[in-house]
């Protein structure tokens, strides 16, 4: 896998906090059509959500929690 940008890696990081339940900024729809296309977001009818391989890659590039 290439190495996310540091918007890609922002909107990832922002995904996983949304999946915590909390609010978090809009997206760069470019970067998080980016992160589906790597498999790390899904998109939903709410927007983009991240996905298990998403929260793996955040615990890899620095210990962020697993949701």
């Known amino acids: ?25 809009f997206l760069r729809i470019a970067d998080a059509q980016q992160l589906v296309e790597l498999g790390l977001a899904s998109r939903s009818r709410q927007g983009w959500d991240i996905t298990a391989a998403g929260s793996a890659f ?10």
């Open 58 to 67: 955040l615990v890899r590039q620095g210990g962020d929690r697993i949701l």
């Open 1 to 25: 896998m290439r190495a996310l940008t540091e918007g890609e890696l922002l909107a990832l990081r922002n995904l996983s906090e949304k999946h915590a339940g909390n609010v978090t900024p």
